[in-house]
């Protein structure tokens, strides 16, 4: 509902789903949204909210995808995809992982807590969206 009191123009959206068409169109960014990219997949959620206790702090947030596993030997593992919108160029990537890196650590460390997995098996991908890469973190 707040969405249709915000005044747009029909060419932004136009061209913001031009630009996710693009971003779709790169096989490393479409394969995060196909299950066939993982092996024994248990569940896949979306916009996953979580509070948990880490250390001495309180933490919450929610986490946009997270693509639950089970491995033939009953191992379960979790992977976090978070999907980044900022404008940048394929060559400011490394920076601006570096710069989500705290966030996404954060995020690693609640799952394996709400999953109830040693962290090893908790790994996490950032997809930038603009650029039409992702990259490990």
Known sequence: EI????????????AQLTAFRQSLARPEVRKVFLRS????VV?????????????????RG???????????????TVEIIDFKT???PAAA??????????????????AAAFGKLPEQNVTATLVFTIPGCTTAV
């Open 43 to 59: 569940k896949v959620e979306r916009e996953r909210p979580f509070a948990v206790r880490l250390a001495a702090r309180f933490v």
């Open 37 to 40: 990219s993982y092996s024994g």
């Open 93 to 110: 990537v490394p920076e601006r992982t570096a710069y989500y890196r705290p966030q996404i650590e954060a995020y690693k460390r609640a």
């Open 86 to 88: 900022d404008a940048i």
């Open 3 to 14: 969405a249709n009191r915000i005044p747009y123009e029909h060419s932004d959206v136009q």
């Open 62 to 76: 929610q986490i946009d995808r997270l693509v639950w596993t089970k491995a033939a030997d009953g191992s379960q």
